[in-house]
């Protein structure tokens, strides 16, 4: 049943006005003079799960979807933020250590699925003991393999995670398709894979329409790694560019970055492109899909040249990075079935403080599982 909203405007600007400053008061002066830092990939990280949350409340949890807005159209970028910021961390990392493929795939182990399969218990648990919500041995059993083929937004234990299955096909074929010489190959061959798993949706999935709208991202996030590894000068121009006084270019760049951003986040929304949509059809192409995930790609690289060229760094944003994937885990579970803050607190306030519950729920979870990661990796070291 959605959640009531009685004052929309109101509990809007509570949670706008909140995050603005709080924004203000942790922006600092950066002190990185690398072109694209550990904190810039952390800070977009933080933009996405925040896009992600606003989203799954503003669309899925309350009955008013302006509720939030404008803060909830940029669902999608965030999604292509995680995949790009996915695809650069795991290029850079594996050029300064090339791992077999099995020590790739044991790496991925103790990073993502042990914070998994712990949550997933956890909400197994919790839903048959406290809601007497039961699931079939079946799909508890796909749902530990990570297998999510449909995105059902309140029947899932988490329907969130058709992203993770989604990305973990990235996992998969990385370290097998990795050629440190010619990354654009890499980057290409996966892209390929994706948008032909996507188009032709073999398994005759009901969460294909989401793996539709993200097939690039994660390419790109190799390629930007190709762009900024290579000796040919592209990195030290960037670096010029961004650390030295250079009149008007920079403040240029940055507002034209952050308005063609919005402009395409309110567009990929609506997906209102006629002609081009007419155009696509003739063609036989499902224009939705593709003016969805251009537009989405489009803001999303407007916004990290953003976040690439500015001299101040956003604590809050960068604290939400930190803890982005257990939030993701976490988030929607917990407003769908466990809410009871919006009975209590008005819409804004709740919002806020569900905000910070993510946050410590996340920071805890990392303590439970990185011992346990840490020692998982052990065995698995002793015995290869």
């Known amino acids: ?37 550990i904190g810039i990939t952390e800070e977009l990280k933080g933009v996405g799960i925040l896009s992600v949350i606003f989203a799954h409340i503003s669309y899925m949890l309350v009955n008013d979807n302006h ?25 850079v990392s594996m050029l300064k250590k090339n791992l077999s493929i099995l020590e790739f795939y044991r790496r991925r182990l103790t990073k993502v699925f042990i914070p998994f399969w712990l949550v997933l218990t956890i909400l197994f648990i919790a839903d048959e003991d406290i809601l007497h919500i039961t699931y079939t041995t079946k799909y508890i059993l796909e749902s530990f393999v990570e297998w999510f083929p449909q995105a059902r937004a309140f029947d899932d234990v988490d329907s969130p995670l058709w992203y993770i299955n989604w990305l973990v096909m990235f996992y998969v074929l990385f370290p097998i398709l990795f050629m440190p010489k010619r990354l654009w190959l890499t980057a290409i061959l996966l892209a390929a894979i994706a948008n032909i798993v996507a188009i032709t949706d073999p398994l005759h999935l009901q969460a294909n329409w989401l793996h539709c709208l993200h097939t690039n991202a994660f390419s790109l996030g190799i390629l930007l790694a190709w762009l900024l590894t290579r000796n040919n000068g592209f990195s ?36 209102d492109w006629p002609k081009l949509s ?14 969805g995930q251009t537009t989405s790609l489009i803001a999303m690289t407007m916004l990290v040249i953003f976040f690439s060229l500015k001299r101040l760094d956003c604590k809050l944003l960068y604290l939400f990075g930190i803890y982005s994937y257990e939030t993701y885990l976490l988030h929607w579970p917990l407003l769908e079935r466990y809410d009871e803050l ?31 990661g840490t020692w998982v990796d052990s065995i698995l070291s002793n015995h290869k």
């Open 1 to 37: 049943m959605p959640i009531t909203i009685t004052d929309v405007p109101t509990a809007t600007f509570i949670v706008i006005s909140t995050l603005l400053l709080l924004v203000l008061l942790s922006l600092r002066k950066t002190k990185y003079k690398d072109i694209f830092p």
């Open 67 to 91: 509720f939030l807005y404008p803060l909830s159209l940029a669902s999608g970028v965030g999604v292509d933020l995680f995949l790009l910021m996915s695809g650069y961390g795991l290029t």
């Open 236 to 271: 030290e121009r960037i670096a010029w560019f961004k650390n030295e006084s250079t009149g008007l270019g920079r403040p240029i760049v940055l507002a034209l970055s952050i308005g063609i951003a919005t402009f395409m986040i309110y567009q990929g929304e609506s997906t």
């Open 278 to 291: 007419s155009v696509l059809t003739h063609w036989g192409v499902d224009a939705n899909f593709f003016i």
């Open 342 to 372: 919006f009975n209590y607190f008005p819409a804004g306030i709740a919002v806020i403080i569900w905000l910070c519950i993510f946050i410590i729920l996340s920071w805890l979870l990392q303590k439970v599982t990185r011992p346990i």
